[in-house]
């Protein structure tokens, strides 16, 4: 477990926290709430699709922070 996988669906990047044989649980790469998805709905993450995820993340979290 733990790599990253896109929910083709949905079209969420999320880090694969459990497995059984047609479903797997993902989690959002900055924490939050699992969700299920169908193992036909996966399909790998490249590098640049990664890097754009956790950038946007960390904008939506850093637009939650006061100065």
């Known amino acids: 477990m733990g790599g990253t996988a896109r929910d083709t669906v949905r079209n969420k990047v999320g880090r694969v926290m459990d497995r059984t ?5 993902l989690r959002p790469l900055g ?3 699992e969700w299920d ?3 036909a709905d996966l399909r790998p ?3 640049s699709e990664l890097l754009s995820t ?3 993340e ?3 979290r850093s637009k939650g922070a006061t100065a």
Do not use: D, K, S
Request: aromatic residues 10%.
């Open 21 to 25: 044989h047609t479903r797997y649980w």
């Open 31 to 33: 924490g939050g709430i």
């Open 58 to 60: 960390a904008n939506e």
């Open 54 to 56: 956790a950038v946007t």
């Open 37 to 39: 998805v169908p193992a």
């Open 45 to 47: 993450v490249t590098a």
